[in-house]
Every structure is written in C-alpha cells, then in structure tokens.
C-alpha cells in the first residue's frame, strides 16, 4: 500500500504541466484528485507522528488547521471572483462531510475491528456544546435576514455577520485555550502503544510540505470543477457542499479513519469535530472579515436547506458521541445521514 501511494506522488508534477499545457478540466481534475491522496496520507502520517509526542489535543489541532488551510485558500479565491455562494455552499458541505461522512466513516472503520470504542465523554460533550454554540451564529443572521425590515437588510445583516464572525473567533480562541490550557486533561490519552519514528522537524516539514501541495492541488482541482459540473448538468450548491467539501477534507478523512482503526477515537474526534469547529468558528469568520476588502463583501446569511442540514447534523453527532462510546452501526448511521443529505443536495434546484 504505502509503495502504491508513493506511485502516485507523480500526479502531483503531472497535474501542474497539465495545468500549464492546458489540459481539458475533465483531465485536470482526475489527475489532481489521483495526486491529492497520497498527499492526505502524508498529512495523516506527520500528524501520527506529531502526537504521539505532543498528545491528542496538539495533534488534532494540527491536523484541523493544515487541513482546513486549503479550504480558507480556496475560499479567499473564490471571494476574489465573486463565488461568495460557493463559498457558503462549501463551508456547510465540510461541515456536514466532517461530522457525518468523515466521522462516521472513521467510526465504521473502528467498529469493524474494535466491539466498542471508548473516548473521552467530557472532551466529547465540550465539543458538541461548541458545535450548538455555532449553529447559533449561523442561524441568528438568517433569521434576521428573514425577519428585519426589507429597507435594514443590506447594510445591519453586513453589520452583524461582523460582530458575529468576531465574536465567533473569539470563542474558537477560548476554545483552544480549554483545550490546551485549563483543560488539557480532558484531551489526554495513553500513548505508550505508539512509539514516534520521526523526529518533531522532520514530521513538521514533512507536514507543511505536504499541506502546501494539497493547496496547489485542490485550487487546480476546484478551477476545474464548474466546467466539469455544467458538462455533466450539477448545480453550484451540489458544487459546494459536496464536491469542494469531500476534496477539502481528503486529509482529514484518511487521518481520522487511520486513527480510529487503532482505537485511538480521542485522537479521531479531535481531528473531525475539531476541523468542523474550526471551519465554522474560524474559516468563515476569518473569510467575512477578508471579504471587506472585496467588491462584493460575504455575509453569514445560508440558506434554510443549508440551515436545515447543519442543525440535523449536530444533533445526530451530539447523540452519537454524548455516551463516551460508539460501535460500528452508529457510524454507519452517520454515514447514511449524510448520503440523505447529500443526495437532497443532488436534487435541490
């Protein structure tokens, strides 16, 4: 396995003379996906590295951070051409695709192997209260949007999208804070069945190196998406949520699947719901306040299907992780919740 994914490492130099040589979109984006797996896994093995000696906290919050860089790349891209619903359309699809399609799949793959698989209940239910606590800030602009008078709308629903994003960084901050300060112990698990190969530079370089190629990767993918998507008749939402999500996520999902097939689900959690907390507490504040500087500025204002589709997602996560433990079946109801969601998406004009 590990001699086929250095085989396809030379996707990656492929995929760039393509880009330069003009290949057809079609081509551009089937070899930057070929070249975009060997570099999550990379990403998952630097990140393994990293925390087996700095603890799973650190080492998930690695992982969320490099992994999501791509999509906040992405999305700065996307402003800058006027995209802002595919940004939107994006920032709920790797919501979603991180808690149901990503952790659900990582749970299967645990369950397969382990009966039942334990973690950390009170670093689990300090997560989901995070994850409620965002669901708020993305329904409240909606709702004001629906509900204030038609004259305020422009300039107020701006205005509070700002103060919200701030706020919302604000408490991503403290919850880092929790994590990795005041709580730390809540995030700590034995890490004595896993003895680091790598030195913490080289795992450091080896995952900056590796990150940065995906970015390269995943912006020659996601330029070639649209003309892909009008050949084969898909709309810019089904773009968004499921499409740019799945490829913004490939590091995460490799890396949460690897860690929970060793029962190490602490690990697992923080890389999944810490990368769906850091998407919605940070990415999209971070991408509104970029936005000001554009012509045409982003607000926090999502649509009721994508409202909708958050709000049931958290609230199957929290049911699921609530207990402190979880089994095969409940990952694979995650993963159906989420084939649910993301055919609605298919269908959704």
Not at 63 to 75: H, K, R, S, V, Y
Not at 92 to 116: D, E, M, P
Not at 179 to 186: K, N, Q, V
Not at 209 to 229: Q, Y
Request: aromatic share 10%.
């Amino acid at each position: 396995m590990q001699t086929f994914l250095l085989a396809l490492l030379v996707f990656i130099p492929i995929t760039i003379a393509g880009s330069s040589l003009g290949f057809t979109p079609t081509w551009l984006f089937i070899l930057s996906a070929l070249a975009i797996i060997p570099l999550a896994k990379f990403i998952g093995d630097a990140t393994e590295e990293l925390s087996a000696k700095s603890g799973p906290a650190l080492g998930g919050l690695l992982n969320a951070t490099f992994g999501n860089a791509t999509e906040l790349l992405i999305g700065t891209f996307a402003l800058q051409a006027g995209l802002i619903e595919v940004v939107k359309a994006s920032i709920t699809g790797s919501l979603i695709g991180n808690l149901l399609l990503v952790l659900g799949t990582a749970i299967f793959a645990g369950g397969a192997r382990y009966k039942t698989l334990t973690f950390n209940r009170s670093a689990a239910q300090a997560s989901s209260s995070t994850l409620l606590l965002a669901v708020i800030a993305m329904t409240m602009p909606a709702i004001f949007f629906q509900t204030s008078p038609s004259m305020e709308r422009p300039v107020t629903t701006e205005s509070l999208s700002l103060c919200v994003s701030v706020l919302m960084i604000m408490s991503y901050l403290a919850s880092l804070w929790f994590a990795l300060r005041t709580h730390a112990h809540f995030y700590q698990v034995e890490m004595e069945d896993y003895e680091a190969k790598w030195s913490v530079r080289k795992g450091i370089i080896i995952l900056l190196l590796a990150t940065l190629a995906v970015g390269w990767m995943s912006d020659i993918l996601v330029r070639s998406i649209e003309p892909v998507a009008l050949r084969f008749g898909l709309t810019q939402l089904f773009i968004g949520v499921v499409v740019v999500a799945v490829v913004g996520n490939a590091a995460e999902h490799t890396s949460a699947i690897v860690m929970a097939a060793k029962n190490r689900m602490d690990l697992a959690l923080q890389i999944t719901i810490g990368s769906a907390t850091q998407i919605v507490m940070f990415v999209a504040p971070v991408l509104v306040l970029t936005s000001i500087v554009f012509a045409k500025p982003m607000n926090l204002v999502f649509n009721t299907f994508e409202l909708v589709a958050i709000i049931l997602s958290v609230l199957i996560v929290n049911q699921v992780v609530g207990d402190g433990e979880s089994n095969w079946f409940e990952g694979l109801q995650l993963i159906l919740a989420y084939a649910i969601i993301a055919a609605a998406f298919f269908l959704h004009s």
